[in-house]
C-alpha cells in the first residue's frame, strides 16, 4: 500500500494542503508560477505551509523535519555537506546556517573528487571559518569517515592524485595542517541524525 502524501500548495488555483496527488494537480497544473511540494506526514505538510516555498524549494520535503522532532540538534550550529556527480567527479561542498538555511560558504566545482573528500573539506571549512569569525557553534555533518578522519586529522582517502584533481590534494594538504595546528572541543564536530532530523540542511537535493 503506498505511504500517504501531503501536498502544500503556497500558489495556485486554491492554497492549502491535500491529500491526494489529484487533487493538488488540480490547484496547479497550467497555472503559471504554481508552488507546491509532496511531503512526508501531515506534521511536516503542516509546517511547511505555515512557512515559505523558498525554504522549500530546490530541497528535498524531508530537510524541515528536524524542526518537529522531539530531540532536535543544537542551534544555533552549522551544517556542512558536499555533493559530487561520479566517484570520482565533479565535487562541490557548503555550509549553511542550520536553522535558516542561509548559505554561508561554498566551494567548488572541483574535477575528480569524491563525497568524503568534499564532507572533510567543508568540516574543515567550517572550523577555519568560525576560528575567523571568533564564533563557537557545533558543527553537523551526515558523514561519519569526515567526522572520523577530521577529529583524527588525516584525510584517508582512496582517491588517486592526478593532475586534474592537483587543487583538492593542495585543500587536503592545508586543511591537514590546520587540524595540526589547531585545537577544538570534543564535542564540536556532531552526526546529523538524518532519520531522526531528515535531510541535512546543507544537502544540495540532488539525490
Known sequence: MPKQKYYVVWKGRKTGIFTSWAECEKQVKG??????????????????????YDDYKGKVASSG????????????????????????????FRGVNTETGEQIFHAGPYAEGTNNVGEFLAIVHALTWQAKHNMHVPIYSDSENAISWAYTGVCRTRLQHAPKNAILFALIRSAENWLAENEFPEDKILKWDTGLWGENPADFGRK
Do not use: N, T
Open 31 to 52: 497555472f503559471v508560477g504554481a508552488q507546491y511540494k509532496a511531503f512526508g506526514s501531515e506534521a511536516e505538510a503542516d509546517a511547511a505551509y505555515l512557512a515559505h
Open 65 to 92: 523535519k528536524w524542526r518537529m522532532a522531539s530531540v532536535k540538534p543544537i542551534l544555533p550550529s552549522v551544517c556542512v555537506d558536499a555533493a559530487c556527480s561520479g566517484s570520482p567527479g565533479k565535487l562541490e
